[in-house]
């Protein structure tokens, strides 16, 4: 199990230094040809087959070795032989459920779970405001240059998400611990009643009521998505989009 867990952080290490290599050299290869054009040369252009064939050789023994590990981690489970652990909380459901009274120690890490979960959905909602804002101003649209449009509205997004996914990752690690506690401190229980003669079959212990915070939380942003698109539609956003689009493919990539 800890070569396994090994071989898949190394695998991983090496799809994460991958994308930021990709990532890199297409930066340097933009700024690069960015530069001569602004000194006059008008004649260089900024992205070629030439230009990214030798980007992608020199990046090729990097990506022929995470191809490998790809296919050893595609044998190696081949035939279903190992069996993935549970997570924490199934874990910690399927514990609970055999405790008839819960413990002060269990109720404390209940209610921490819940107040993480409703801090990190807040934190990143409320991170989340700012791209919203920025994205439904059309003045941030109104530029022909597309590379200019882009590169503010990553400028202006990305950090945002960024902390989003940040605060959502470190309280849901803080929840998995929290999880973990509240597995032992059920255990223990456990033990107890055991040992007290008290232990009997639990007709609804330790369930709680399903909400349905999650349906109404997918339903909202459902109803947020189709507005967006809506207003881009009205405000002749979706026109640009388009006709940018256009331009692309009639002058980039050749098309037409």
């Known amino acids: 199990m800890k070569k396994r867990k090994l071989f898949l952080w190394i695998q991983a290490a090496l799809c994460v230094l991958l994308c930021v290599l990709f990532s890199a050299e297409m930066i340097h290869m933009y700024t690069e040809g960015r530069t001569l054009r602004e000194a006059g040369d008008l004649s260089v252009w900024i992205f070629t087959r030439e230009k990214v064939v030798q980007k992608l050789t020199e990046l090729l023994p990097l990506f022929l070795l995470e191809l490998v590990f790809l296919l050893t981690s595609l ?26 009274n ?109 909400t349905s915070v999650r349906t109404w939380a997918q339903a909202a942003m459902l109803l947020i998505a189709v507005a967006l698109i809506l207003h881009g539609i009205f405000n002749g956003s979706m026109q640009d989009v388009l006709i940018k689009a256009i331009h692309i493919c009639t002058e980039c990539i050749g098309l037409g």
Not at 141 to 170: D, K, N, Q, R, Y
Not at 182 to 193: D, G, L, N, S
Request: aromatic share 6%; with cysteine.
């Open 75 to 100: 044998f190696w489970n081949r035939g279903g032989r190992e069996v993935l652990p549970a997570d924490a909380e199934s874990v910690r459901d399927l514990i609970c459920g055999k405790v008839n």
């Open 102 to 210: 819960q413990s002060e120690s269990m109720r404390k890490e209940r209610s921490r779970q819940r107040k993480l979960a409703v801090y990190g959905r807040a934190g990143a909602a409320a991170c989340l405001i700012p791209v919203v804002l920025y994205m439904v101003n059309p003045s941030h649209f109104e530029s022909t240059e597309l590379e200019t449009v882009m590169a503010s509205l990553l400028l202006h997004i990305v950090p945002w998400i960024s902390m989003a996914l940040g605060l959502l990752s470190v309280t849901e690690v803080l929840r998995e611990k929290s999880m973990v506690r509240e597995t032992e401190a059920a255990k223990a229980q456990i033990r107890e009643e055991r040992i007290s003669g008290s232990e009997t079959k639990p007709e609804s212990a330790y369930k709680e009521k399903k």
